[in-house]
T-cell receptor, first 113, second 117 residues
Framework: AQSVSQHNHHVILSEAASLELGCNYSYGGTVNLFWYVQYPGQHLQLLLK??????LVKGIKGFEAEFIKSKFSFNLRKPSVQWSDTAEYFCAVEPSGYSTLTFGKGTMLLVSP | GAVVSQHPSWVICKSGTSVKIECRSLDFQATTMFWYRQFPKQSLMLMATSNEGSKATYEQGVEKDKFLINHASLTLSTLTVTSAHPEDSSFYICSAPHPSHGSYEQYFGPGTRLTVT
């Protein structure tokens, strides 16, 4: 069975700082990769996804993530965070051809103004 | 984008009673829906896959007799927590896949907070 590991449970940054959230997965086959965000009191929303092609994917709100197959990683980045980015971020993996997502434990990002 | 709703958003019930949670896809049809459970400060854990017109598929360790799933139509799946106990208190979230640009994307409901007293 696949598993997902997110390196940081809590991250605190000041506005304009750069962000990188780590995500590693374990699965032997081809996977689809996702980052979801959950703002306080709101639904889970898709930030970005990787299915195939260019391993550097760009999502909404200036976020991007890079799939490094050799490292089984899909780290999320943003060059300059804003206070409104305060939220919980979840990395998720789905074996290609299936619909079941396996989530990491999430990283709570707090951006101070 | 596609919208998935859940009802109720929160519920408090007494130990031993049953609670039904609804998950609806509002503007698309979903032959498959997923039910997750999220404990405080933990990840979403997939409980079961709900299939329209057939039996749900439960993940290992999830009691199918306790968590009854019914996917009676292409827009509605229900999760009934039977004989609830305090340890069933949790945040229950559903999702449904929707076609998007040649593949699909999971859309999540807002979740239902269940508290069993």
């Amino acid at each position: 069975a696949q598993s997902v590991s997110q390196h940081n449970h809590h991250v605190i940054l000041s506005e304009a700082a750069s962000l990188e959230l780590g995500c590693n997965y374990s699965y032997g086959g081809t996977v689809n990769l996702f980052w979801y965000v959950q703002y306080p009191g709101q639904h889970l929303q898709l930030l970005l996804k990787y299915f195939s092609g260019d391993p550097l994917v760009k999502g909404i709100k200036g976020f991007e993530a890079e799939f490094i197959k050799s490292k089984f990683s899909f780290n999320l980045r943003k060059p300059s965070v804003q206070w409104s980015d305060t939220a919980e971020y979840f990395c998720a993996v789905e074996p290609s051809g299936y619909s079941t997502l396996t989530f990491g434990k999430g990283t709570m990002l707090l951006v101070s103004p | 984008g596609a919208v998935v709703s859940q009802h109720p958003s929160w519920v408090i019930c007494k130990s031993g009673t049953s609670v039904k949670i609804e998950c609806r896809s509002l503007d698309f049809q979903a032959t498959t829906m997923f039910w997750y459970r999220q404990f405080p400060k933990q990840s979403l854990m997939l409980m079961a896959t709900s299939n329209e017109g057939s039996k749900a598929t439960y993940e290992q360790g999830v009691e199918k007799d306790k968590f009854l799933i019914n996917h009676a139509s292409l827009t509605l799946s229900t999760l009934t927590v039977t004989s609830a106990h305090p340890e069933d208190s949790s945040f229950y979230i559903c999702s449904a896949p929707h076609p998007s640009h040649g593949s699909y994307e999971q859309y999540f409901g807002p979740g239902t907070r269940l508290t069993v007293t």
